[in-house]
């Protein structure tokens, strides 16, 4: 089951949807992490094994995947980044990892589609 950590840059009410799915989702603002460093977060969502969820666009450079051991990254990318708007597309979104998996993949998620980067395979792999 893919677990989640939701970055402090998105709404509180962000939990309700990953919840309401039964997903195991956790909070940098839970666990003391706000105001971290953004290496700080990755380090922590590759030790407990949880896809990264934010609008923190520095977080939409796929090198990350190549550089940690983080399983995955959800980048929103909103225009309306109210709380109604997040939730929804949170609740879209969730639908759609129903049956894609999101290992190895940076997702940009906007308020229309679902960009994907893959993280290449290595011969090693």
């Not at 700080?40 to 990350?64: G, H, M, N, W, Y």
């Amino acid at each position: 089951m893919i677990r989640f950590k939701l970055d402090e840059n998105l709404p509180r009410d962000a939990l309700r949807p990953f919840r309401s799915h039964g997903l195991d989702v956790e909070t940098v603002w839970g666990e003391n992490l706000g105001g971290t460093t953004d290496a700080s977060i990755i380090k922590a969502c590759a030790s407990e094994e949880r896809v990264l969820v934010t609008q923190d666009l520095d977080f939409s450079d796929i090198t990350l995947l190549y550089n940690s051991q983080i399983p995955g990254i959800i980048v929103l990318r909103l225009k309306d980044q109210s709380s109604r708007i997040v939730i929804s597309v949170l609740e879209r979104l969730l639908v759609y990892l129903q049956t894609h998996d999101v290992t190895g993949k940076l997702l940009i998620v906007s308020e229309k589609k679902i960009r994907i980067r893959q993280k290449e395979q290595s011969e090693n792999d």
